[in-house]
T-cell receptor
Framework: NAGVTQTPKFRVLKTGQSMTLLCAQD?????MYWYRQDPGMGLRLIHY???????AKGEVPDGYNVSRLKKQNFLLGLESAAPSQTSVYFC????????????FGNGTRLTVT | QQPVQSPQAVILREGEDAVINCSSS?????VHWYRQKHGEAPVFLMI?????EQKGHDKISASFNEKKQQSSLYLTASQLSYSGTYFC???????????FGTGTRLQVFP
C-alpha cells in the first residue's frame, strides 16, 4: 500500500520555466490538497479538490494551477516559475468521513534560480 | 486566516510537560494536530470535532473549545521522541479547507 506518492522528489528550475508536480493516492480518497512549506510559515494551502473534476483555490493560489481529471491523481502546475516559488511542496489526501486525517506524501523540494 | 499557534518554540527536559495552543478567527468544524520531524512529512496525531471534546492517547492529549475557537495540545512526561514541529490544522465551518498554523518547534533534551 503506497499511500500518497509525489513525483518528482527534487527539481531545479530556471525562472520562467514550467513544470508539473504529480500526486497519486491509492486509498480512494475524495479530498486532495496541495500545500507549500517555507521556513517559519508553516504549511500554506495552495489549491484543493473535493472530488474528481473539481478544484478550488486555497490561501496562496497565485502562480499555480491544478487539475484532477482522475480521482487518484492531483496535478500542480507552475506555468512560469519564479524564485518566490522555491519551497517544499506537500500533497495530502483524506476520505469523506469527518474523522479522516490527512495522509501526506513525502514532499517535493523545488528550487527556482 | 491562518490560525495562530503559541508558543513558537519550546525547550524541555525529558519528563517535563508542555502545552501548545492554537487559536482561530473563524468558527471551526474540526481541529487536527500533526507532528513533523525535520526533513519528513507531517504525521497525524489526532482530530477533534465540533461539539467540544477532549481526546488523548498515551501521554499526548488535546482539547477543543469551539466557542472560543481554540484548541490546546498537552504533552505530558515528554520523551526524546516528542521532538519536532507541531502543527494545528483548522477546518472552518462550511468549508473543505484545512488551514495550518505556523507551527511550534518542540525540543526535548535528556
Amino acid at each position: 500500500n503506497a499511500g500518497v506518492t509525489q513525483t518528482p522528489k527534487f527539481r531545479v528550475l530556471k525562472t520562467g520555466q514550467s513544470m508539473t508536480l504529480l500526486c497519486a493516492q491509492d486509498m480512494n480518497h475524495e479530498y486532495m490538497y496541495w500545500y507549500r512549506q517555507d521556513p517559519g510559515m508553516g504549511l500554506r494551502l495552495i489549491h484543493y479538490s473535493v472530488g474528481e473534476g473539481t478544484t478550488a483555490k486555497g490561501e496562496v493560489p497565485d502562480g499555480y494551477n491544478v487539475s484532477r481529471l482522475k480521482k487518484q491523481n492531483f496535478l500542480l502546475g507552475l506555468e512560469s516559475a519564479a524564485p518566490s516559488q522555491t519551497s517544499v511542496y506537500f500533497c495530502a489526501s483524506r476520505g469523506l468521513n469527518y474523522n479522516s486525517p490527512l495522509h501526506f506524501g513525502n514532499g517535493t523540494r523545488l528550487t527556482v534560480t | 486566516q491562518q490560525p495562530v499557534q503559541s508558543p513558537q518554540a519550546v525547550i524541555l527536559r525529558e519528563g517535563e510537560d508542555a502545552v501548545i495552543n492554537c487559536s482561530s478567527s473563524k468558527a471551526l468544524y474540526s481541529v487536527h494536530w500533526y507532528r513533523q520531524k525535520h526533513g519528513e512529512a507531517p504525521v497525524f496525531l489526532m482530530i477533534l470535532l465540533k461539539g467540544g471534546e477532549q481526546k488523548g492517547h498515551d501521554k499526548i492529549s488535546a482539547s477543543f473549545n469551539e466557542k472560543k475557537q481554540q484548541s490546546s495540545l498537552y504533552l505530558t512526561a515528554s520523551q526524546l521522541s516528542y521532538s519536532g514541529t507541531y502543527f494545528c490544522g483548522t477546518e472552518p465551518d462550511n468549508t473543505d479547507k484545512l488551514i495550518f498554523g505556523t507551527g511550534t518547534r518542540l525540543q526535548v533534551f535528556p
